[in-house]
């Protein structure tokens, strides 16, 4: 009997030394997997046995055991580089769309709408010098359709990159759904992994770890575990993604105007089910999902709102004293722009009227009637550029114009600063996982060849023994 406890030694030290050599190989294999976190064999003594035909109580070891394969993973550090990936999403999200913005304002190659309504001012002062040139009217008719369309350019590309966000917050919401319903599976093949064995489902976590960051980079989460083992999800502000086996999904619709959340008319809203008219989009914070909400019904809109503002002052301005003027034939009363009926969406319904469109003799540049050398009321609509017509008269409209790209360059530059200090965060936190949890492939080798060795003088035991058994069986021949 002894020799053959002898050969059961052999084989426990061959089985724990080739359960390290597949660890080692399974650890090397997974080195560049996303989320992944090595894994070492913790073997043990296995219980020693009296030793046959021994008095005395003395034992003699039975060779080894594999007491768990261990996961090399800090929870806390997991915690904060979820965490970390929520804010350098978020920011990197809302870095997208400013960039764009600012993108439709650049003005350095060509005529911005700045220049455009100061050549419009500036026409109309040309036009008070020589009040009868019909070439002067014509520069008038050209250098406002050329503003109008422009004011038409910016709004159609910043609704344009409005719409764009829609559809990256029903990608973002639909990938949340997908993720929620990968961790309520791994949720499931973890507790019954785990039910079933002794050992942690190691992959399964690596993956349940990271679906979760996934997650957490969408939008602000709680993650914490219940007493079966399943990892649970929450989103702040808003209420459960997964219990258990258990998600929500969300659901995403076009809606009207909320003046209380910022959005727009047909702009895209999230919901709890697809029948639910109970939208819950502005409690939606953190990761992209929050900053493509929040890009789109604060900075966005409220570009859009501003443009509006700016292109409804200008037509009622030069309206108000248009009307009042005559036209070479002695009208008055004539409109020069198709006042908008209201503010929104008035940079985008802005146009010359009929009148003057169809002749720039129309254009009233007098004050009085029959007077051809009356240049009065162009000089004051040319003199409109240095009134306060914005911000409740304490803005021209140069400065009006001039704070939407400002504002727009400031939160730009902002965020790509908030940008940089969360990057430079999620490189440190990342760089400390790797030292906790990373593969070094040159560990790992010298790794399998300690394992190779002891696996060989496992195998030289066996040997021995079983020569040892010849022996002995030889003896009794």
């Known amino acids: 009997m002894a020799l053959l406890n002898v050969l059961q030694t052999g084989k426990s030290g061959m089985s724990t030394a080739k ?3 597949a660890t080692s190989g399974h650890n090397i294999a997974n080195a560049s997997s996303e ?20 008095s005395g109580g003395h034992f003699v070891g039975e060779g080894s055991r594999i007491a768990r394969v261990e996961r090399i993973n800090d929870e806390y550090l997991e915690k904060q580089l979820r965490e970390g990936s929520r804010d350098t999403a978020f920011h990197e999200e809302k870095q997208v769309f400013l960039n764009q913005v600012e993108d439709v304002f650049n003005e350095m190659n060509g005529d911005g709408l700045n220049r455009l309504i100061a050549r419009f001012h500036n026409d109309f002062r040309k036009l008070s010098n020589e009040p009868t040139s019909e070439a002067i009217r014509q520069s008038v008719r050209e250098s406002s359709q050329a503003m109008i369309r422009d004011f038409k350019r910016l709004r159609g ?3 344009s990159i409005r719409s764009h966000i829609d559809n990256r917050i029903e990608g973002s919401v639909r990938e949340l759904n997908t993720l929620a319903g990968e961790l309520a599976e791994l949720n499931r093949k973890i507790v019954q992994a785990e039910v079933q064995g002794t050992d942690a489902a190691n992959d399964l976590r690596d993956r349940r770890d990271l679906v979760v960051k996934k997650m957490n980079s969408l939008v602000d989460i709680t993650a914490h575990k219940d007493n079966q083992g399943n990892l649970n999800v929450d989103i702040k502000g808003v209420g459960p993604l997964v219990t258990g086996v258990v998600t929500s999904d969300y659901s995403l619709a076009r809606h009207g105007a909320d003046s209380t959340s910022g959005s727009v008319e047909n702009s895209l809203q999230i919901s709890r089910s697809s029948q639910s008219k109970n939208f819950i989009t502005d409690h939606f914070k953190g990761g992209r999902i929050g900053a493509q909400i929040e890009t789109r019904d604060r900075a966005v809109n409220q570009v859009l709102g501003r443009l509006d503002e700016l292109a409804y002052a200008i037509s009622r ?11 070479l034939d002695g009208k008055t009363g004539v409109r020069f722009f198709e006042t908008p009926n209201q503010v929104l969406g008035a940079a985008d319904r802005l146009a010359l009227s009929g009148e003057i469109l169809g002749n720039v003799n129309n254009i009233a540049v007098a004050l009085q009637a029959n007077a051809p050398s009356d240049n009065r009321n162009a000089l004051a609509i040319a003199n409109l550029q240095n009134h306060h017509l914005m911000n409740g008269g304490h803005s021209t409209v140069d400065d ?8 727009v360059g400031v939160a730009s530059s902002r965020n790509k600063e908030a940008l940089g200090q969360q990057q430079s965060i999620i490189t440190q ?19 399998l060849m300690q394992f190779q060795h002891a696996f060989d003088a496992s195998a030289r035991v066996i040997r021995v023994a079983d020569e040892m058994m010849d022996t002995v069986l030889k003896l009794r021949g």
């Open 19 to 21: 359960a390290g050599i």
């Open 429 to 447: 936190l990342n760089r400390v996982r790797d030292q906790v949890s990373g593969v070094s492939i040159d560990e790992e080798t010298t790794n």
């Open 317 to 327: 301005s030069v309206n108000e004293l248009h009307e009042k003027g005559f036209t």
């Open 400 to 407: 009006f114009y001039n704070s939407i790209v400002s504002e």
């Open 35 to 54: 989320g992944f976190s090595r894994q070492r064999v913790q073997s043990e003594a296995a219980v020693a046995k009296q030793a046959a035909g021994q």
């Open 157 to 159: 590309e910043v609704e």
